[in-house]
């Protein structure tokens, strides 16, 4: 009998057997590395925002230090003062920017969090459904 007329032997069921058993694995790691992914990008994104806000209050205070050690008279000082006005307003307007861009930002990650959960849950069931036997008709 030459090696090619053999019929499968135990190892060929073994190897269907250990496929069959990792199945479920492979989803597992398919969803860590989606998970990883979401968690980087996002933090790539909130850091930039941070970094961003970051810039403008010291550009900000920078600015204001300036104008401050240009006081040399009242006149400076009240100049200095409705330039410190402005500067708070500006830098509330900018605060509410950077919390809707946040609030923005954080309904995008739930959202990307709620379609990876369904798709983990859709994959979790798939593979216990096609493993029960079924009865004979």
Partial sequence: MS?????????TTMHDL????MEPWKNSMTVAVETNRLALDNFQKLSTL??????SCMDLGIERLKAASEIKDAEGLLAFQAGQIEATMSLSEKLIDEG???ADLS??????CSKLTGEVIGQSSQP??????????
Avoid at 107 to 112: D, H, Q, S, V
């Fill in 128 to 137: 216990l459904r096609s493993q029960v036997p079924r009865k004979a008709a």
């Fill in 18 to 21: 250990s496929n069959s058993l």
């Fill in 107 to 112: 309904e995008g990650i739930m959202a990307e």
């Fill in 50 to 55: 941070q970094m961003k806000m970051l810039r």
């Fill in 3 to 11: 090696a090619h007329n053999h019929k499968p032997t135990g190892d």
């Fill in 100 to 102: 809707k861009a946040l």
